[in-house]
């Protein structure tokens, strides 16, 4: 990221860090987590395709983070937030 703004590495993260009060990783995982939301609530999407579609190398990975960030797994927030809860 820093190479295509033509910036270095230091002067990028305290840039993005002075616009969004985040680091750019806490930031890509941030938006990472807010995907896989929203197709847990809107696909019946498997988690190995939930994870692909979300940028995560897995779904072990795409869990780890969503559970660290939203305090319930993924399962359970389909359940809650998914179509057919609504339904």
Do not use: C
């Not at 750019?24 to 994870?51: H, Y």
């Amino acid at each position: 990221m820093a190479e295509l703004a033509r910036l270095s590495e230091r002067t990028l993260i305290r840039h993005f860090n002075d616009a969004t009060g985040l680091s750019p990783l806490t930031w890509l995982i941030a938006e990472r987590v807010e995907r896989t939301k929203e197709l847990l609530e809107t696909t019946d999407f498997g988690l190995d395709a939930i994870a692909e579609a979300s940028g995560f190398r897995s779904q072990e990975t795409l869990r780890h983070h969503f559970r660290s960030r939203t305090g319930v797994s993924p399962s359970a927030f389909r359940r809650s937030f998914g179509r057919v809860a609504a339904e």
